[in-house]
Nanobody, 123 residues
């Protein structure tokens, strides 16, 4: 079992920055690929970014490339999402998730999810 707790959300003006953190319980954190997803009101949850077990491989949605960066610190059981140049359309609840394999893939679901943290970007 892996428990995930997100933090770092809040209200920010357009053009600003936030850094989200997700702390995982357990001693097997380094065995999981990690991802960030978001869900805006009235919309489906969408993929934001993912990172391999070592941090050596990352992917990101086209809508956030060049603005958001995913990283992880396995010593701290933590994955981060640095969000820069925020836009009102980035407003959503952001979730971190763990996938029980070393390299993230879109061909199977994520195994564990956090409760989410709200990000609101004002114009």
């Amino acid at each position: 079992q892996v428990q995930l707790v997100e933090s770092g959300g809040g209200l920010v003006q357009a053009g600003g920055s936030l850094r989200l953190s997700c702390v995982a319980s357990g001693r097997t954190f380094r065995s999981y690929a990690m991802g960030w997803f978001r869900q805006a009101p009235g919309k489906e949850r969408e993929f934001v970014a993912a990172i391999s077990w070592s941090g050596g491989s990352t992917t990101a949605a086209d809508s956030v490339k060049g603005r958001f960066t995913i990283s992880r610190d396995n010593a701290k059981n933590t994955v981060y999402l640095q969000m820069n140049s925020l836009k009102p359309e980035d407003t959503a609840v952001y979730y971190c998730a763990a996938q029980a394999q070393l390299i993230p893939t879109t061909t199977r679901p994520y195994d564990y999810w956090g409760q989410g943290t709200q990000v609101t970007v004002s114009s």
